[in-house]
């Protein structure tokens, strides 16, 4: 008679056998070889992103000239909702073969990945393993999502395992814990994404070709809006073209009033929700279609979520605009300094991260050195107490780039002068004064235009970046690159 425990342990045998049975070992399915076909795919169903595709278009070229899958990865590089993971899906559909996502973000430990021995109570599958039993073919489309977001502790170092799952020399025997019979990956494509390059565990890094992805301007949005998205949501639910229809204006409104972001997904969301309320209105009222225009909109959405600009409005004496570069794309960042008497101490608030508090150490040590060349008295910095803020405190601050705004706001300070608040600026400061290259200036231009911005003042090394930005963005924003702290103050000074 069977004991509590062996029904245990044969549910256990038996779940393990159905995983078994159940993964895919042979069944593959037919690629389709027509490169056309994928390039079709991947421009049907994407607004520009130009780059991107050719990359990726000859990626699958050499898969398909070769017979098998390319020994790098590509990783689609860029903040969320910009295509990263729909770029993928096309290219599964035009190949004809399945898609599987699993994400990595917040996986810590290795057997995530890799399973936990059937010794373990409740052990299961890893989560490539997973992915593999839901695809029921040997060579899927495998998105890795959030690449970047694996982190190590204690329990070991999920990165090898993935090395493991994407070295083309290994993988054909790769293990895993629960299954423990060797397992071929060899004919899957892998694709992974990743919202930040530097995040990406150097290693796996190696293994993988970058392609990055940006933010799209606000003109891209609207394109995006009016191309694919809305009649997307139309069909979504099941309404047809001629019973909605929204002016361009409108959907300006949105972009600029709704949403904060990179990408097109919030966008996305209040197009879908206009439409739901387009379809109610239809249902109650009987009215044949919904015009949305500039004027309606509010009426359907609610009020405006942002107001235009969120610069200062006038010049101050302390108050410095810095730009900040976050998953929701660019923004301004105030900097506000101030001092009273004390005894040459630094206070720094605003939620910033260590990286932001040692950034803003160097600029003191920067103007202290040059207090003379700036024409200020030193002892104001052995009588006062500093006091630097960074507004919206609930926001977590981080990074370099805020350096020379964080020079400029304590010079301001102590030496009364005012800052034209049409300007902003960008780069990182060392103690000689130097202004060194930062990231993200795209979408950190991107917020400035919204925010009013004339002039960026950027290190030199980003200028020829610049030339590649959209006209939208070149005719909005004058670049002045500089390469020392000096120029900044002939710049705004002089
Ligand atoms: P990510 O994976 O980068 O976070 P998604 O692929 O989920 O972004 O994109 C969010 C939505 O925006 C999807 O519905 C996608 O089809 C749409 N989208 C993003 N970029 C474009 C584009 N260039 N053209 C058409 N649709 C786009």
Redesign the pocket.
């Known amino acids: 008679q069977d004991t509590p425990s062996q029904m245990a342990d044969s549910q256990i045998l038996k779940n393990y056998l159905d995983f078994l049975i159940g993964l895919p070992w042979y069944k593959a399915s037919v690629d389709n070889d027509d490169l056309s076909m994928v390039a079709e795919a991947l421009n049907k169903?994407?607004?520009?992103?130009d780059k991107v595709k050719e990359r990726i278009i000859e990626y699958i070229a050499v898969k398909i000239m070769t017979k098998k899958n390319p020994s790098t990865i590509l990783c689609?590089v860029?903040?969320?909702?910009?295509?990263?993971?729909?770029?993928a899906m096309s290219i599964a559909q035009a190949l004809g073969r399945k898609f599987i996502k699993q994400s990595l973000g917040g996986v810590k430990d290795e057997s995530e990945i890799r399973g936990h021995r059937r010794t373990y109570i409740g052990a299961l599958p890893g989560r490539i393993l997973k992915g593999m039993y839901d695809a029921q073919t040997v060579n899927p489309v495998f998105l890795l999502d959030e690449i970047d977001k694996m982190s190590s502790d204690y329990k070991g170092d999920p990165t090898s395992a993935m090395l493991e799952v994407l070295d083309p020399e290994q993988n054909h025997t790769f293990s895993d814990n629960y299954v423990e019979e060797p397992y071929d990956l060899s004919q899957v494509l892998f694709i992974a994404?990743a919202n930040y390059l530097e995040n990406i565990p150097a290693p796996l890094r190696d293994r993988m070709e970058i392609v990055e992805?940006s933010s799209?301007t606000k003109f891209?949005k609207f394109q995006?809006a009016k191309?694919?998205?809305i009649a997307?949501q139309l069909e979504i639910h099941g309404i047809k073209n001629n019973q909605f229809e929204i002016d361009d204006e409108a959907i300006y409104h949105i972009i600029e009033h709704f949403t904060r972001e990179a990408?097109?997904?919030e966008l996305?969301r209040y197009l879908g929700s206009l439409i739901r309320k387009a379809i109610k209105e239809i249902l109650v009222t009987k009215v044949e279609s919904v015009h949305i225009t500039k004027e309606n909109i509010n009426k359907y959405l609610g009020r405006d979520r942002f107001t235009d600009t969120n610069i200062h409005t006038e010049d101050t004496v302390g108050v410095v605009t810095g730009l900040a570069y976050t998953q929701f794309g660019g923004d301004t960042l105030d900097v506000e300094a101030t001092y009273y008497r004390g005894k040459g101490g630094l206070v720094l608030t605003g939620k910033l991260g260590d990286v932001m508090k040692e950034s803003a150490q160097t600029a003191l040590s920067y103007v202290k050195a040059h207090a003379d060349e700036f024409e200020i008295d030193s002892k104001l910095f052995t009588e006062n107490d500093i006091h630097i803020h960074v507004p919206e405190g609930a926001i977590k601050k981080d990074g370099p780039s805020a350096g020379i705004a964080l020079t400029t706001a304590i010079i301001s300070l102590f030496t009364n002068k005012k800052i034209d608040n049409d300007i902003a600026l960008t780069g990182e400061i060392t103690l000689r004064g130097n202004v060194l290259k930062i990231g993200g200036l795209k979408e950190k231009s991107i917020g400035a235009i919204r925010s009013g911005i004339k002039k960026i003042i950027i290190p030199k090394d980003n200028l020829n970046e610049t030339k590649e930005f959209e006209d939208e963005i070149k005719n909005n924003i004058e670049y002045i690159p500089v390469s020392n702290y000096t120029e900044v103050f002939e710049i705004l000074w002089r």
């Open positions: 169903e994407h607004y520009a992103l689609l860029g903040p969320p909702g910009v295509g990263k993971t729909s770029l994404t992805l799209y891209e995006i191309e694919h998205l997307k990408g097109v997904r996305n």
